[in-house]
């Protein structure tokens, strides 16, 4: 069989990610991840897979960013076109090449764990590196939603990117004036936030995340809010404050976030509004 | 013949074919691996009233059947069977379906509407795709679940187009897809095919068939046990959840049910039902047809 071009059709597959809406687009060696805990390997979801792609995109739009009203990033927010894109590509490369291509879904397996450590692919191809605030941050468009496809492909891969994203110079500037850094100004896990850490010599030496107390405020819609609604309702003996509760705003909020979850999912973006990396895009006219 | 405002095309009969030819590639271009017609008073032989398309769009002649793969072949393969639990589908027919009726109004100037296919009172879908698929000839019924099998493709999925515009037809395939050869085979071997062997009705499993001849003679599916299954996890299993919860008096009980796992789930799939649709696929992942399709490098 004829030996096919790899570094072409590389091209060929990243060039079609970017016209269809990629931001990023990277290759990434999945056997970077093989020692990741059992349940999170690429090869538990794709034997003989050879390539990760890595395709990061669907930022909230300048204007959005921009907006007076919260309300508007608590209702755009959306990962749904990177998924439609990792499915497309990875339909592409069965049809086109033979050979097997998944795109990794968002969402998780059992006991909520997801199928792939996303960020560490991520990392791994090089479409970001890790930061203070927690997203993977490209050095050019900062906050990205993220797709993995992976394949039995053997594409050459990117690899990390050698110099992190975070912090930013600003950030590392700040951290020398005042001991902080615009995230952790934003949301100080010491002061019922979520975010801390250390920088020395422009690199982060310790980083602290309140995992629990984010996600209820990132999802404070959605299924955790639901849950807590629910629960609220159930255990409310009198029936008018009961009826309250479930034709209340915040019950219908949670309904309406669960079923446009694909737009609605986060609630807070506070952290990454403060972040510079990227901030040149979301600066316009 | 109902018409949309604007300059509207006369369709030439000596160029339908060629229109029709030309509505399949904006439904192929658009995400769908195969597109067939079917006439729209070819469903008066098969549905009641109130289940055909001019029920839904007075005037109507044709439908037009979009046909898509569902999970990927890796998705099919992957060593991880709850990565199928939910990489159901991405719709991609859905899409294209819509693209289809946009492309005969704006072009040809036909009335043209997505077909209602979500059950809207019990499980009985207003206009059944299975039925419009088997009429386009993209498939045929099978013993598994009564799922339309395409004889190349296997299980796919559908969406459909209704329009007020005439275009040519599909002939009905003229032969069964299932039983497979192979199918045949085992069942004379075994007394069961690949997909009544692995959820067999009588042992706690959903189907059951006779063939003769090599054709289907009488089959069984249990569908209210196959929807328990194929759907544990959604709507059905939220509604069960909150019929469970309202029957709880202690409050430590009802918030360990609220924050379980399978209530998590539930949600989720009901929230990401792109993704989400259903999580069994045991009786399509023995099935013979259009597997050689799904073998890659």
Redesign the interface.
């Known amino acids: 069989m004829e030996e096919l071009d790899w570094v072409s059709i590389k091209s060929g597959l990243l060039d079609m990610a970017r016209k269809r809406g990629a931001e990023v687009a990277r290759i990434g060696d999945p056997a970077l991840l093989e020692d990741a805990e059992p349940g999170l390997r690429p090869s538990e979801l794709l034997t003989n897979v050879k390539s990760m792609i890595v395709l990061g995109g669907a930022a909230p739009r300048a204007a959005e960013w921009q907006s007076t009203r919260v309300e508007v990033m608590e209702t755009v927010g959306t990962a749904d076109r990177m998924t439609a894109l990792g499915s497309a590509v990875a339909r592409h490369i069965e049809e086109t090449y033979g050979y097997y291509a998944m795109n990794v879904p968002t969402s998780t397996d059992q006991d909520d764990k997801a199928f792939l450590d996303f960020k560490a692919a991520a990392i791994a191809a090089g479409a970001g590196t890790a930061s203070l605030a927690g997203p993977v941050l490209d050095p050019d468009h900062g906050f990205l939603y993220l797709t993995v496809i992976l394949t039995t492909m053997p594409l050459p891969a990117d690899g990390p990117l050698e110099q992190p994203a975070c912090p930013a110079p600003q950030c590392i500037d700040m951290w020398e004036e005042q001991g902080t850094t615009p995230c952790m100004a934003v949301c100080p896990i010491d002061d019922g936030g979520c975010l801390g850490g250390e920088i020395d010599q422009g690199l982060v030496i310790k980083r602290r995340y309140d995992a629990e107390r984010c996600r209820d405020r990132v999802y404070h819609y959605w299924t955790p809010g639901y849950q807590a609604a629910l629960e609220r309702a159930l255990d409310e003996p009198d029936s008018r404050k009961r009826k309250m509760i479930l034709y209340g705003s915040f019950f219908t909020r949670t309904m309406w976030s669960i079923t446009y979850s694909g737009v609605s999912q986060g609630q807070c973006f506070e952290c990454v509004r403060a972040c510079p990396v990227g901030s040149k895009q979301r600066a316009l006219q | 013949m109902t018409a949309v405002e604007g300059e509207v095309e006369e369709t030439d009969p000596g160029d339908l074919e060629v229109i029709t030819n030309a509505i399949k590639q904006v439904g192929i271009n658009a995400?769908s691996t195969l597109v067939g017609v079917a006439a729209a008073d070819a469903f008066n032989e098969y549905v009641p009233e109130g289940h055909r398309p001019a029920d839904f769009l007075p005037g109507a002649q044709s439908v037009v059947v979009c046909a898509s793969?569902g999970?990927?072949?890796?998705?099919w393969?992957?060593?991880?069977r709850?990565?199928m639990e939910?990489?159901g589908y991405?719709f991609?027919e859905n899409v294209s379906s819509i693209v289809v009726a946009e492309y005969i109004e704006q072009t040809h100037g036909y009335l043209a509407m997505q077909a209602p296919a979500l059950p809207t009172s019990g499980q009985q879908p207003p206009l059944s795709m299975m039925l419009s698929a088997v009429l386009a000839g993209l498939g045929t019924r099978s013993i598994a679940a009564n799922i339309i099998l395409n004889p190349t493709y296997g299980l796919m999925f559908f969406a459909a187009a209704i329009t007020t515009m005439r275009l040519t037809p599909d002939h009905q395939l003229e032969e069964n897809v299932c039983p497979a050869r192979s199918c045949v085979r085992m069942y004379e071997m075994e007394g069961k095919t690949p997909c009544m062997a692995v959820c067999p009705a009588d042992e706690g499993g959903c189907l059951d068939a006779t063939i003769e001849d090599g054709q289907i003679t009488s089959s069984f599916f249990d569908r209210e046990r196959c929807s328990t299954r194929a759907m544990n996890f959604g709507i059905r299993g939220h509604i069960k959840q909150v019929e469970i919860?309202?029957g709880i008096d202690d409050?430590d009980e009802?918030?360990e049910l609220?924050?379980s796992?399978d209530?998590?789930?539930n949600?989720?799939s009901?929230?990401?039902y792109?993704?989400?649709v259903s999580q069994c696929f045991e009786c399509m992942r023995v099935c013979p047809v259009g597997r050689y399709r799904r073998k890659?490098?």
């Open positions: 995400g793969l999970p990927t072949n890796a998705a393969h992957s060593p991880n709850r990565l939910i990489t991405d991609r919860l309202t409050a009802r918030r609220i924050y796992d209530f998590r789930r949600m989720s009901i929230g990401r792109k993704e989400s890659l490098q």
